[in-house]
């Protein structure tokens, strides 16, 4: 007779859930990683631009300031959308974290019954031989008794 645990099937469903809890972590992290790389892109895109409108402030003319302001401006905006998706990222995370953390309490809850379940099944089966060992035993004293 072999072991048999009756909630396997929970037991592979906590650990599917735990498995894709920790896909979409990584999910959001990559995404996040590609997010701070795009404001980093456009914090080295504004100082660049700034050590340039730097080199020419006492050629420009009134349209070229406010075309750079202008473009100024927009890079500011970009940056700060982009910062505020960072943000909401990091609350996904943040929140995504705590369900990992649900996910592998719930599976190490299920392996800690599965693995109780097998010491039973263990000490059933050493019973089991012990009742047998001890059966054989008084048969074969019986059969001595007989003999002599």
Known sequence: MTFHFPYIHILNLKEKEKEQALLELGEIGRKKEAIMEEHRSLELKRNLFLQQAETRKGSA?????????????YINQQMSQLE?????????MDN?????LDKQKDEKTWNHLREKSFEKYVQKQKKMEQDLMDEIATIRHFHQRLSI
């Not at 995504?96 to 990992?100: F, I, N, R």
């Open 61 to 73: 003319s009134i349209a070229d300031i406010q075309q750079r302001n202008e473009y100024m401006t």
């Open 84 to 92: 505020e998706q960072i943000n909401l990222i990091d609350k996904e």
């Open 96 to 100: 995504k974290k705590l369900d990992l």
